[in-house]
């Protein structure tokens, strides 16, 4: 009887020691795959975390604004360029437009006084260009009658004779400039008066 109640007693013990190792166990597995999911889960939330913190709207606006686009994804740069081409052509035109209006004063042989039939020519041109802001340069030629010396200076007395009628009827000095060729630019070379009374003048040439 007494082996019987010491093998029992014995048998017992043994089981309940083994009973506790064993929730000891399960305690410390629980443990560990608490601490495992705590680490993905704050892994998965620190990578969540730096994708969210790429702003790729704000590197898509840096790339255009580099690019030279504006916010519509227009090359801002290209319309300011062909807005002045067409700035640059209109200037032209009207430069253009303008000297053609101007008509060339001629002057008799070895004269540089305006002559009679010269005065409402000059008037015309004199209106076309205080209706206009450009600059004049008048252009003094003569024939290829005397020196080159005489020439040159003949040719000057006749610029200043028409920027005098110019001034006269209200076009401003600082508008005007003169320059004279002599015989050296002529519009015609036959050796006949008909031609050398064209080479005898004062054209008008516009400045931007």
């Known amino acids: 009887m007494n082996r019987l109640m010491i093998y029992s007693a014995s048998l017992a013990f043994v089981l309940l020691t083994g009973c506790t190792q064993k ?3 399960i305690d410390v597995s629980d443990t560990t795959q608490t601490q495992q999911s705590v680490q993905q889960n704050s892994q998965n939330d620190s990578n969540n975390l730096n994708v969210s913190s790429v702003n790729t709207p704000d590197v898509v606006e840096t790339d255009l604004s580099n690019n030279g ?24 035109i009207q430069i253009a437009n303008l000297e053609d209006k101007l008509k ?3 002057f008799d042989f070895d004269r540089f006084d305006l002559k009679s039939t010269q005065q409402e ?16 340069k008048l252009e003094g ?21 028409v920027k005098n009628a110019l001034i006269n ?11 004279s060729f002599g015989e050296g630019n ?17 054209d008008f040439k516009v400045l931007p």
């Open 69 to 92: 686009l504006n916010s519509s994804g227009v090359d801002s740069s290209t319309n300011n360029s062909n807005d002045s081409i067409v700035e640059d052509d209109s200037s032209e």
């Open 141 to 161: 030629n003569c024939d290829e009658w005397g020196t080159s010396e005489y020439n040159m200076a003949l040719g000057l007395k006749r610029t200043l004779s």
């Open 23 to 25: 929730q000891a166990e």
């Open 104 to 106: 060339t004063i001629y």
């Open 186 to 202: 002529p519009v015609c070379t036959d050796k006949t008066s008909d031609c050398w009374s064209k080479n005898r003048r004062v």
């Open 121 to 136: 020519t000059l008037l015309s041109n004199s209106q076309k260009i205080k209706s206009n802001e450009s600059k004049i």
């Open 169 to 179: 009827d209200g076009v401003t000095p600082d508008r005007i400039s003169m320059v």
